[in-house]
């Protein structure tokens, strides 16, 4: 009699690094269990196989106590038997930039390698929900098959758990969803009843979604030791169930079967983050926005400005620190994990996962002064002081440059290399005690002061590379009057602002005629939710800053001009206070508005003062048109999404384990259009959005949100159960100062044209100035390498396709440039000119390794699909 189906037995374990738990006591039980499988493994034979959670921070985490196993752990994974990759943490798959997703592939499959080969499935059974980019990802990496748990319902295309999953551009993996998640053969009972009681209703489900009657029973779970009487509960399972075969499996062959069938398969297309029969928990991306801000800040300096520098250096003869470099991807890599990243965990867990990020942004900053000192000290010896600017942008840029300057001088002159003046304003300036600049000065008893000028200006600079200026101290320069405007609050070329009374701002963008009215409302509401998900209370009372009173001061420079405007609300302490409608809570908000000289940008910077609890606060931006959908970025593309999800309608009554609220994700932009009007909100860390508004729309930007429960029951818009455990997290209310940045950019015509990806990377990647004088408190010694005043590696159009990175390779000296296409729909066209010779050009895969018949990209135009991404290495003459 053929089986009605063949059920997969597959011993694993899902290990959270940290969670409600430390790593530190994550740790000792890995210590525990890992030895009991190992043992297991090498002495029994018929125990076939392990899974190790498809992450190699494991056995990092291990090793680090346990550097005497690492021959036991290689024999196993060599014979097959313990199975361990491809990621180096479990990574979420929203929140996270496309670098970071790619490097903890990266990462993960190279630390696979010293011990054998790594499983080849893009294994994520717990993150929240996926990306539509993952396929193109996977295939980047050679990765064929991806399984998952969470995020899928038959509203996708099938309402089978096997199917193809399609990117935009055409990338696909063969894919296995765990429709009862990943710990249903947990702690299996080897009783019959109590198999019975356990398995009866999960069989039905699980053949009912599948197609190849291929029946996944993974055994494990959370910090599961194995289970050592698997194979007495195996043979009572094919007693009570003989017209089932149980068999203990690999992953890999419950896809070989599927492959089999692959005509069969229906081909889906997109991401995966509908919550109808798992939670997938859209409104994580603001939960500890501290921790989410401070992870995008590092995210973008070490892909945005740190490679690119580093890469400069290195093509003018400086190492490149891959050593460093992989220990500070490491270690916000170890952040990225999805409870870690989503912020789901204990306040001692936060408090680890921000200690992480310190010491990697400590980390970057510093190699950022090195390299940049490195080139700088090698430059041709002059007497004067140097000023460099490094723009890590592949294209010119004439920036408004904010940078400081020490001097033993009461006048200066600033120069380019052609000796030319170049006329700045000074913004501010303070006494400096000669210790803080280099102790040594004052140990020879040299106590005459500093003095540090905050200095403004405006420079032209050549394209990914460099360009030195000289400082002459003691000479008079030109004095520079501060910008002046009519009536407006603010004012230039593009933009006229003026101010509400309610402190709101009218902006008329001088070039379209578009007014935005009443820009900068503050929105408080309730949360009665957790760290997984925003909720309201059911009875709802909503305050805006309309009420609340404004100072305003306006501070004119010479190419900027910046409107301070102090807010105070009133707001309730707690949810009792606001269902009793009480205000004993405050909210102060601080928003610098600031508004350069020939600019179509406009930046906002807030600075937060919560002292109230169980609240979320939103920042609107309206726009004077009603929008269908909202464009948001994502890894290597972009997607756009309805403003209103249809089966909101009737969410309850279908049975969806929590609300599809259209509350969406993005990287660092959103954009609103009509007519060929549009307006890109740019954004740091800032990462959840929703589009409101009956007649007009308007962005609704999450501030801040503040709770108190890592987990919480019978929630609005997630009934049932708490997530995760209920727990006291006093820390997640974000009492006390919160800084948050975003920015506003007017555009016509399509957004890759107008070349919206690349003006938000521009406005994250901040010219960056080194001065270099006679005096360092750590010396450093010249190098052979005579570095030129002027450089500039590439260059590349400001629109159409966007850079992704740029890097030195990481097992040769070649360069590694990646670029994608912004475009949801339409293809992008580019060409890189290098000023420098080229000898080859090789495309590769994500992996750095040379496709054979790859395109040159050098001096020749290359066209991306939508949401494509490509990789060059490049040997430089």
């Not at 993996?173 to 019975?196: F, M, N, S």
């Not at 800040?297 to 400086?318: C, D, Q, S, Y």
Request: hydrophobic share 40%; with cysteine; glycine share 6%.
């Amino acid at each position: 009699m053929k089986a009605v189906s063949r059920v997969h037995i597959t011993p694993h374990m899902h290990w959270d690094r940290e969670w409600y738990f430390t790593t530190e006591a994550s740790r000792i039980l890995l210590v525990n269990n890992m030895e009991e499988i190992l043992t297991r493994l090498e002495q029994d034979a018929e125990y076939k196989y392990y899974v190790l959670d498809g992450q190699t921070a494991i056995l990092e985490d291990y090793f680090a106590v346990k550097p005497e196993n690492k021959p036991r752990v290689k024999a196993l994974v060599q014979a097959g038997k313990l199975i361990i990759g491809p990621w180096y943490t479990q990574t979420d798959t929203s929140i996270v930039a496309g670098e970071s997703v790619l490097r903890n592939l990266l990462y993960g499959m190279r630390d696979c390698l010293a011990f054998g080969e790594p499983m080849k499935i893009g294994y994520l059974p717990d993150s929240f929900g996926m990306s539509g980019q993952l396929p193109h990802i996977y295939n980047g990496f050679g990765i064929r098959r991806a399984m998952f748990w969470r995020g899928c319902s038959e509203r996708h295309g099938t309402d089978k758990t096997e199917f193809l999953w399609q990117s935009g551009e055409g990338s696909e993996v063969v894919a296995q969803v765990l429709p009862l998640g990943y710990a249903i053969g947990k702690y299996l009972p080897e009783d019959e009843d109590g198999l019975r009681k356990r398995l009866d209703s999960y069989f039905e489900v699980l053949e009912n979604a599948s197609l190849t009657k291929e029946i996944l029973l993974p055994n494990g779970h959370d910090q599961m030791p194995l289970q050592q009487n698997i194979f007495a509960v195996m043979a009572t399972l094919r007693e009570i169930y003989p017209e089932r075969e149980f068999v203990m499996s690999r992953f890999e062959e419950v896809f070989a079967h599927i492959e089999q069938q692959r005509s069969q398969l229906a081909t889906l297309k997109g991401e995966f983050i509908d919550g109808k029969y798992m939670r997938v928990h859209r409104t994580i991306g603001s939960t500890r926005m501290d921790i989410k801000i401070a992870h995008a800040r590092i995210e973008n300096k070490i892909v945005n400005i740190l490679e690119p520098l580093a890469t400069l250096a290195w093509t003018l003869g400086f190492e490149y620190q891959h050593g460093l470099l992989e220990k500070m991807w490491k270690e916000i890599l170890k952040n990225h994990a999805h409870d870690s990243i989503g912020c789901c965990c204990s306040d001692n867990v936060h408090r680890e996962i921000m200690s992480r990020f310190w010491l990697a942004e400590d980390m970057a900053d510093n190699l950022i002064t090195f390299y940049m000192r490195k080139i700088v000290d090698n430059m041709p010896a002059q007497d004067n002081d140097k000023l460099t600017l490094f723009n890590l942008m592949p294209w010119p840029r004439d920036e408004v440059i904010n940078t400081s300057v020490r001097l033993r001088a009461s006048q200066f002159r600033l120069l380019d290399s052609d000796g030319n003046e170049v006329v700045y304003f000074i913004r501010d300036r303070r006494e400096l005690d000669p210790g803080l600049v280099d102790r040594q000065i004052v140990h020879y008893g040299n106590y005459d002061p500093f003095i540090e000028y905050d200095i403004q200006f405006r420079q032209a600079l050549p394209a990914m590379g460099f360009q030195r200026l000289h400082i002459i101290a003691g000479e008079e320069a030109t004095p520079l009057p501060v910008m002046t405007h009519s009536g407006a609050l603010l004012e230039n070329e593009y933009w006229r602002i003026t101010l509400n009374e309610d402190g709101t701002l009218n902006m008329t963008d001088k070039e379209s005629g578009l007014v935005y009215e009443r820009v900068l409302e503050f929105e408080d509401g309730s949360d009665d939710g957790d760290e997984y998900d925003y909720s309201p209370l059911r009875e709802e009372w909503l305050l805006t800053s309309v009420g609340a009173t404004h100072q305003v001061e306006v501070i004119n420079e010479a190419w900027q001009s910046k409107a301070v405007i102090k807010s105070e609300l009133a707001i309730p302490l707690n949810l009792v206070e606001r269902a009793a409608r009480q205000c004993s809570g405050t909210l102060s908000a601080q928003t610098t508005v600031t508004l350069s000289h020939q600019s179509r940008r406009v930046d906002f910077d807030v600075q937060l003062n919560n002292q109230a609890d169980d609240h979320r606060v939103r920042v609107r931006i309206p726009v004077p048109y009603k929008a269908d959908c909202v464009l948001t970025d994502t890894q290597f593309g972009s997607i756009s999404r309805p403003v209103h999800d249809s089966a909101m309608d009737s969410w309850q009554q279908d049975g969806w384990k929590e609300a599809p609220v259209p509350v969406w994700n993005l990287l660092n932009y959103a954009v609103l259009q009509q007519s060929g009007q549009g307006l890109a909100l740019f954004t740091e860390g800032l990462r959840e959005i929703e589009v409101i508004g009956e007649t007009q729309s308007a962005f609704a930007l999450t501030l801040v949100r503040g709770v108190g429960l890592l987990g919480k029951e019978n929630l609005l818009l997630r009934p049932g159960r708490p997530s995760g455990i209920k727990m006291p997290v006093p820390d997640s209310q974000l009492r006390g100062e919160l800084h948050c940045r975003f920015s506003l950019w007017p555009f016509c015509g399509a957004p890759l044209n107008a070349g919206v990806a690349q003006q938000a990377r521009r406005w994250l990647t901040p010219v960056q100035c080194y001065h270099k004088m006679p005096w360092d408190a750590m010396k450093l010694n010249r190098s052979n390498i005579l570095t030129p005043e002027h450089y500039s590696l590439f260059s590349m159009p400001a629109t159409g396709c966007q850079l992704s990175v740029l890097k030195k390779a990481e097992d040769r000296d070649e360069l590694i440039i990646r670029l994608f296409n912004p475009s949801d729909s339409d293809n992008a066209e580019t060409m890189l000119m290098f000023n420098r010779q080229t000898k080859c050009c090789h495309e590769t895969t994500m992996d750095e390794h040379w496709l054979e018949q790859g395109e040159v990209v050098t001096d020749t135009p290359v066209i991306l699909k939508p949401g494509q991404s490509r990789t060059w290495s490049i040997a430089l003459g």
